[in-house]
C-alpha cells in the first residue's frame, strides 16, 4: 500500500488524522503509472533514473506523436504489477496534448485509467 493522492498530487487524511493510504494494491500499482509519466526524467528524489524523458525526447521538438505514446507506455509498462497498457491521445480545445493510459494490472487483471 502506498499513500493516497488527491488529484493535485498531495497527501489526504483518512477521517481519523492519519494519512490516508490506498485502498488497494491495484490502485497503488495506477497511482504509480500516474507518478512515473509525470515525473521528469532525473528529477526524482531518491532514484534520478525515475520518470519520463520529457526534455530529451518530449519538449521543445516538433510533436512526434507515435514516440509520444510509445515513451508513456514504455514508462507505464515498466512499473511493477502492470501486465499491459493502452493509450488514447486527443489534442483538447487549448492544443494540449491530453490521453488516457489504460493500465492492466498482473493481480487480478482490473484495468485502471490514468489521465495525461
Known sequence: MDLLLTEDWDLLDDGNGSIALTPSQEYSVAQTVATEIKLFEGEGWYDQSQG??????????????????????????????????????????????????????????NIYRVQY
Open 52 to 109: 519520463t524523458p520529457h526534455f530529451a525526447l518530449i519538449l521543445g521538438v516538433n510533436p512526434n506523436y507515435p514516440l509520444i505514446r510509445q515513451v508513456l507506455l514504455w514508462r507505464a509498462t515498466g512499473v511493477d504489477g502492470v501486465r499491459n497498457a493502452d493509450m488514447d491521445m486527443y489534442i483538447d480545445q487549448n492544443r494540449t496534448l491530453r490521453g488516457d493510459i489504460f493500465v492492466t494490472t498482473g493481480l487480478k487483471g
